[in-house]
Nanobody, 128 residues
Framework: QVQLVESGGGLVQPGGSLRLSCAAS????????MGWFRQAPGKEREFVAAISWSTSSTYLTDSVKGRFTISRDNAKNTVYLQMNSLKPEDTAVYYCAVRDYSDGFRSGFSRDSTYRYWGQGTQVTVSS
């Protein structure tokens, strides 16, 4: 059984910052990558950021480039999303996801279908 524990969401004013964390535990044989997706009310879930466990390559959707940074701690199976200069349009439930190496995916980090495990989500609200 794999568990993903997300933390760090909350209410912040426009221009503020938040740091999301996601710790994976359980019977994970080998992580291929971890990512963050978000879903705003009335909208489809969208890719935000991802990081490769083997190469440390990072991937960000265009709307967050220059504002968000994704990083990892391999030893703790934890991924972080540092969110700066937050905007009201960043308001959403943010989901952490894990790709298992055994699934064979080596690219396509922005595709949610390549992630096997998902967290429960953490709410991020950007409002004055």
């Amino acid at each position: 059984q794999v568990q993903l524990v997300e933390s760090g969401g909350g209410l912040v004013q426009p221009g503020g910052s938040l740091r999301l964390s996601c710790a994976a535990s359980g019977s994970i044989l080998k992580i291929n990558g971890m990512g963050w997706f978000r879903q705003a009310p009335g909208k489809e879930r969208e890719f935000v950021a991802a990081i490769s466990w083997s190469t440390s390559s990072t991937y960000l959707t265009d709307s967050v480039k220059g504002r968000f940074t994704i990083s990892r701690d391999n030893a703790k199976n934890t991924v972080y999303l540092q969110m700066n200069s937050l905007k009201p349009e960043d308001t959403a439930v943010y989901y952490c996801a894990v790709r298992d190496y055994s699934d064979g995916f080596r690219s396509g980090f922005s595709r949610d279908s390549t992630y096997r495990y998902w967290g429960q989500g953490t709410q991020v609200t950007v409002s004055s």
